[in-house]
Nanobody, 123 residues
Framework: QLQLVESGGGLVQPGGSLRLSCAAS????????IGWFRQAPGKEREGVSC????????YYADSVKGRFTISRDNAKNTVYLQMNSLKPEDTAIYYC????????????????WGQGTQVTVSS
């Protein structure tokens, strides 16, 4: 059974860093496109970053460009989201997702989801 489990969330001060992890089981991430999404209270889920498995191309939302980095370790079947220079507006539940192929870094394009991990940026 395909499963994604996120970890690494928590409370961090503005300007701090966190690294989120997403461990996959039941399937190999080698052939799956991956994405990180977030949803803040009262807001729609938005695509933060996505990576194409075939060529490694990445997408970042404008709001996180230069601060967040998506990566994958196929040997560990795990994907990561390194988040630096965190801001209060980054506070949200962060989800990882996987799909054999995506067209747009949007939630409708991904079929498998983790349960989410809370990230809170506050002093």
């Amino acid at each position: 059974q395909l499963q994604l489990v996120e970890s690494g969330g928590g409370l961090v001060q503005p300007g701090g860093s966190l690294r989120l992890s997403c461990a996959a089981s039941g399937f190999s991430l080698d052939y799956y496109d991956i994405g990180w999404f977030r949803q803040a209270p009262g807001k729609e889920r938005e695509g933060v970053s996505c990576m194409d498995s075939s060529d490694g191309n990445t997408y970042y939302a404008d709001s996180v460009k230069g601060r967040f980095t998506i990566s994958r370790d196929n040997a560990k079947n795990t994907v990561y989201l390194q988040m630096n220079s965190l801001k209060p507006e980054d506070t949200a539940i962060y989800y990882c997702a996987a799909d054999p192929e995506y067209d747009v870094c949007g939630s409708a394009d991904f079929g498998s989801w983790g349960q989410g991990t809370q990230v809170t940026v506050s002093s």
